[in-house]
């Protein structure tokens, strides 16, 4: 059973930065390319970053190029989502997701604010 569990949102000033993290399980990770999405309110779920299996390339929404990075842990099953200077059009649900066998899967989500 596919399982995705997000952590390290909250709040933060703009200017600030966060790492969010993702500890996946049910599928052999070190495998699949994970991705990072968000979702702001009264929007689309848009495609933040993505990292091929063992992090041989990553791919970014313009909008956060330069400013965040993905990564991964393959002994720790996990995804990370690094986020420096951070707007207030960042400010979002930030969902976890692997595709395997032609099937999306999803965490929780995890909402980050940026706010003064």
């Known amino acids: 059973q596919v399982q995705l569990v997000e952590s390290g949102g909250g709040l933060v000033q703009p200017g600030g930065s966060l790492r969010l993290s993702c500890a996946a399980s049910?599928?052999?990770?070190?495998?699949?390319?994970m991705r990072w999405f968000r979702q702001a309110p009264g929007k689309e779920r848009e495609l933040v970053a993505s990292i091929t299996s063992s992090g041989g390339s990553t791919n970014y929404a313009d909008s956060v190029k330069g400013r965040f990075t993905i990564s991964r842990d393959d002994a720790l099953n996990t995804v990370y989502l690094q986020m420096n200077s951070l707007k207030p059009d960042d400010t979002a649900v930030y969902y976890c997701?692997?595709?395997?066998?032609?099937?999306?899967?999803w965490g929780q989500g995890t909402q980050v604010t940026v706010s003064s």
């Open positions: 997701n692997v595709i395997r066998l032609s099937q999306f899967y």
């Open positions: 049910g599928f052999t990770f070190s495998r699949h390319t």
